[in-house]
Structures are given as structure tokens and as C-alpha cells.
């Protein structure tokens, strides 16, 4: 089993991650600001994608709209963390601590998916190959 096949788990994984890091966030600033949430909407869509994707007819699709939505995760946690880092994060620090949280399992999770991507397209040529000879 490569791993292609187990990214629908993987993509569960890190919605259940990205979620639990949303929820901390929420109840670190003390359900004041609800813009802390941001990771459980990257993280619900990934997880439901993930769910989707467990449907082998629908794999493909769902797993090349997870990874779209990690890469968005991804640039939208990074950027506003390197923005928060420039401008200072005096009081800030679990917002900070969040968006930089959420990048790095974005990142992460992108990761897996282009490898997995990778992994996909040899199989199918490796198998075209073999149905060639």
C-alpha cells in the first residue's frame, strides 16, 4: 500500500489536528476572538475532503481539493505569522502561536499530498508499462 492510498486517513489526521489546534486557540483567548477558529475551517474542509476521498470514484478529486486547501492553509498561517512576527506579538502570542501551528501542519500536510501525488502518477505508469508489454 503506497502511500496514495492512505492519504484519505492522513487528511482525517490532520482536520482532527488543525481542529484541536483551533479549539486551544479559541479557549487561550478566552473565547474572545473568534478569528482563532481559522485552523478548525482549514481543518474541517480537509477532514471532509479526507471522508470523500474514502470513496475510491471520488479519491482523485478530493484529494487534489485537500491539498489546495493545505496550500491555502498553508500561505494564509505563514503569511499572517511572518506578518506577526515583523509587527510584534506583545499580547498576541496565542494568535501567533496558532497561525504558525496551523502553517507548519498545512505544510506538512502538502507535503504528503505532492508526494503521494508522486507516488500516484509512477504507479500509473508503471502499470501502463506493464499493460504495454
Known amino acids: 500500500m503506497n502511500i496514495f492510498n492512505r492519504m484519505p486517513v492522513i487528511s482525517i489526521i490532520f482536520g482532527i489536528l488543525l481542529n484541536i489546534v483551533g479549539v486551544v486557540a479559541y479557549v487561550l483567548t478566552d473565547m474572545q476572538h473568534k478569528t482563532a477558529l481559522i485552523p478548525c475551517v482549514f481543518g474541517l474542509l480537509i477532514l471532509v475532503c479526507g471522508v470523500i476521498a474514502r470513496t475510491p470514484a471520488h479519491l482523485k478529486h478530493a484529494m487534489h481539493a485537500a491539498a489546495m486547501i493545505g496550500l491555502l492553509g498553508l500561505v494564509a498561517g505563514g503569511g499572517r505569522f511572518v506578518m506577526g512576527l515583523i ?31 508522486i507516488a500516484a502518477k509512477k504507479a500509473r505508469l508503471a502499470a501502463e508499462a506493464a499493460a504495454g508489454n
Open 87 to 117: 509587527k510584534g506579538a506583545q499580547g498576541k502570542e496565542a494568535a501567533l502561536a496558532a497561525t504558525g501551528t496551523m502553517a507548519l501542519l498545512c505544510g506538512l500536510y502538502v507535503f504528503c499530498c505532492v508526494k503521494s501525488f
